[in-house]
């Protein structure tokens, strides 16, 4: 391990900047950062899928997903 940080970046599905990510790869990347979380490193989540306010949307959604795997 090089960082006590993890960066993930989501551009969109296909890597389009556009398009809302699907609950299923929401879900895996959820569970990703909760495991990281578990290891004590801080998880930076950045959403570039901005066409069509994407972004934002799927950021709540991710929100959402890890406050249920939380409580």
């Known amino acids: 391990m090089t960082a006590r940080h ?3 970046r989501g551009h969109g599905p296909g890597g ?5 990510y699907s ?3 929401l879900r895996v990347w959820a569970r990703a ?6 290891q004590r ?4 989540v950045y959403f570039d899928n901005d066409q ?3 972004a934002p949307a ?7 997903m890890l406050n249920s795997i939380a409580n």
């Not at 950062?33 to 578990?38: D, E, F, L, N, S």
Request: glycine share 0%.
């Open 6 to 8: 993890v960066y993930v």
């Open 16 to 20: 389009r900047y556009k398009d809302h």
């Open 23 to 25: 609950d299923r790869t």
């Open 33 to 38: 950062i909760a495991a990281w979380q578990r």
């Open 41 to 44: 490193r801080t998880v930076f």
């Open 52 to 54: 069509k306010s994407a």
């Open 58 to 64: 799927d950021a709540r959604r991710l929100m959402h």
